[in-house]
Nanobody, 119 residues
């Protein structure tokens, strides 16, 4: 069984920082890439940042958020600085992985962690 577990969400004031972490565990053979998405109330889920062969960011978070990955530990983190109220959302970790019981890389999602930016 494979799972992604996120941590680090919470309530922060505008201009503050938070660090999200995500750990993948289970019968993992290989991870192609890991990413963070977010979904605000009434909006579609959107890509925030991805770490694979390269890193990419949504325009709305460039210069404020940093994604980093530890391949040895199968973890990915999202350092979020200069947070704005519009960053409020549930943040999800996604990993594209090959597991022992499968022959294909598939998307695996974490349960989500709430980030609220408010004064």
């Amino acid at each position: 069984q494979v799972q992604l577990v996120e941590s680090g969400g919470g309530l922060v004031q505008p201009g503050g920082s938070l660090r999200l972490s995500c750990a993948a565990s289970g019968s993992i053979v290989s991870i192609n890439h890991m990413a963070w998405y977010r979904q605000a109330p009434g909006k579609q889920r959107e890509l925030v940042a991805v770490s694979g062969g390269s890193t990419n960011y949504a325009d709305s978070v460039k210069g404020r958020f940093t994604i980093s990955r530890d391949n040895a530990k199968n973890t990915v983190t999202l350092q979020m600085n200069s947070l704005k109220p519009e960053d409020t959302a549930v943040y999800y970790c996604k990993a594209v992985m090959l597991v022992r019981s499968d022959n294909y890389y598939r998307d695996y999602w974490g349960q989500g962690t709430q980030v609220t930016v408010s004064s």
